[in-house]
Nanobody
Framework: QVHLVESGGGLVQAGGSLRLSCAASGRTFSSASVGWFRQAPGKERDFVASISGSGSNTYYADSVKGRFTISRDNAKNTVNLQMNMLKPEDTAVYYC???????????????????WGPGTQVTVSS
């Protein structure tokens, strides 16, 4: 079992930056793939980015590629999402999720993730 908590959300103007963090406790974190997802009001929860347990593999949604960077520090049991050049359409609740695998791989579908944090609100004003 692993417990996830997101932090770093807030209100920012368009063009600004935020850094989200996902802190894990419980089970060893370094063998877990971690993903970030977001959900705007009335919409589906969408994939944003993911990173493999070792950190060597990453994958991004086209909508955030070149603006967002996912990284992890397994010694600190944290995964970060650096968000630059934010747009109003980035406004959503952001969730981190984890899934364990014996292979160093990434997961993209929200249905593949077993563990979820409660989420953190990101609001981008125009």
């Amino acid at each position: 079992q692993v417990h996830l908590v997101e932090s770093g959300g807030g209100l920012v103007q368009a063009g600004g930056s935020l850094r989200l963090s996902c802190a894990a406790s419980g089970r060893t974190f370094s063998s877990a793939s971690v993903g970030w997802f977001r959900q705007a009001p009335g919409k589906e929860r969408d994939f944003v980015a993911s990173i493999s347990g070792s950190g060597s593999n990453t994958y991004y949604a086209d909508s955030v590629k070149g603006r967002f960077t996912i990284s992890r520090d397994n010694a600190k049991n944290t995964v970060n999402l650096q968000m630059n050049m934010l747009k109003p359409e980035d406004t959503a609740v952001y969730y981190c999720a984890a899934q364990y695998s014996i292979i160093d791989k990434i997961f993209v579908s929200k249905n593949e993730y077993a563990y979820w944090g409660p989420g953190t609100q990101v609001t981008v004003s125009s």
